[in-house]
């Protein structure tokens, strides 16, 4: 069963404007959670993590929201570049290892 | 700092052989960790490795097997490889391994293609 799930397959914005990537979880045991960015042939970096005593945090034009009475998490972009395009995963820690939604591909339109 | 590298980048093998795969993690990290990535199943997580120890295994059947050395160079070795090994194998490193509040760092990945 899927514990991590990035219903979205794909999303496509107009560059300036605000990318909002959506994922959802099962399992109330997780408490730390991250999102990667992965481009073709290359490994996902990090981007951005936020535990779960928190329910927001930012790194520059990238805001991590969690809400934990929903078990959904979701990534704000703002502005929207075009060099954002890219697949977009979110992660769970459950403490042995990290559980993958199926990802999200953003494409940023100029 | 030198980022975790993987060795080598592509492979291509045929179906009943196995291949080895290499992953040199960040300096100072000393977790390090395997996953799979196939277009319809994302990203598995197939082992764990701290300490040269196997910590936590995915729901991978035996063929597939890893180890760790003193410097936390850690390897992956599959064996009677099937067409359906075809895949991404990525390996993430990190200080002290997968507990909460923990970020894991990826390489680049091992393309392996079963002919």
């Known amino acids: 069963d899927q514990q991590v799930k990035q219903n979205s397959p794909s999303l496509s914005v107009q560059e300036g404007r605000i990318s909002i990537l959506n994922c959802d979880y099962t399992n109330s045991m997780f408490d730390y959670f991250l999102w990667y960015k992965k481009y073709p042939a290359e490994g996902p970096t990090f981007l951005i993590s936020?535990?779960?005593?928190?329910d927001k945090n930012e790194d520059g034009r990238f805001t991590v929201f969690l809400n934990k009475s929903a078990k959904h998490l979701s990534l704000h972009i703002v502005p929207s570049q075009p060099g954002d395009s890219a697949v977009y995963f979110c992660?769970?820690?459950?403490?042995?290892?990290?559980?993958f939604g199926a990802g999200t591909i953003l494409r940023v339109k100029s | 700092k030198a980022g975790v590298t993987q060795t080598p980048r592509y492979l291509i093998k045929t179906r009943g052989q196995q291949v080895t795969l290499s992953c040199s993690p960040i300096s100072g990290h000393r977790s390090v960790s395997w996953y799979q990535q196939t277009p319809g199943q994302g990203l598995q997580f197939l082992f764990e490795y701290f300490s040269e120890t196997q910590r936590n295994k995915g729901n991978f059947p035996g063929r597939f097997s890893g180890r760790q050395f003193s410097n936390s160079r850690s390897e992956m070795n599959v064996s009677t490889l099937e067409l359906g090994d075809s895949a991404l194998y990525l390996c993430?490193?990190?200080?002290?391994?997968?507990?909460?509040?923990?970020?894991?760092?990826f390489g680049p990945g091992t393309r392996l293609l079963v002919l």
């Open positions: 993430a490193s990190s200080l002290e391994g997968s507990r909460r509040g923990e970020t894991q760092y």
């Open positions: 936020i535990s779960s005593i928190k």
């Open positions: 992660a769970a820690n459950d403490g042995n290892k990290l559980v």
